[in-house]
């Protein structure tokens, strides 16, 4: 096995491994998928297809790269949506609290719950 085989399979796996990059499970599949052939094309590489082999990885390897750099710009997109409807949860609860007729109550309360129930979802998922 070559070098670039070997550092481009390490580079890989601890592309989708860190803590830091979050990702949705389809990108964790995908890139499951694409380290596994890297590790099957290092163990069964024949003789004389290094170069081959070397330049498969590296498809590879930029493909996980690729998703990486997109499920993460994703999340971040995803986040401050999330943080822009929780905050207009907050502010829909805190306007029916000073607005609400006393006759409304009931119906300010439920809409109130149902408020608290996105933001909760959201925190949850």
């Not at 890989?12 to 830091?20: C, E, F, G, R, Y």
């Not at 290094?50 to 995803?78: F, K, V």
Request: net charge positive; hydrophobic share 35%.
């Amino acid at each position: 096995m070559n070098k670039f085989v070997a550092m481009g399979m390490a580079v890989a796996l601890s592309a989708t491994t860190s803590p830091a990059f979050a990702q949705s499970s389809a990108v964790d599949r995908a890139n499951e998928r694409a380290n596994d052939s890297i590790a099957y094309r290092n163990a069964h590489c024949p003789p004389g297809r290094g170069d081959a082999c070397a330049r498969a990885n590296a498809r590879e390897y930029r493909s996980i790269q690729y998703r990486s750099e997109h499920a993460t710009r994703y999340q971040r997109d995803r986040h401050a949506a999330e943080e822009r409807a929780n905050q207009r949860n907050r502010d829909s609860i805190v306007y029916r609290n000073a607005h609400c007729a006393d006759r409304d109550r009931a119906a300010c309360a439920r809409a109130n719950e149902k408020d608290l129930g996105a933001i909760r979802y959201r925190k949850r998922h």
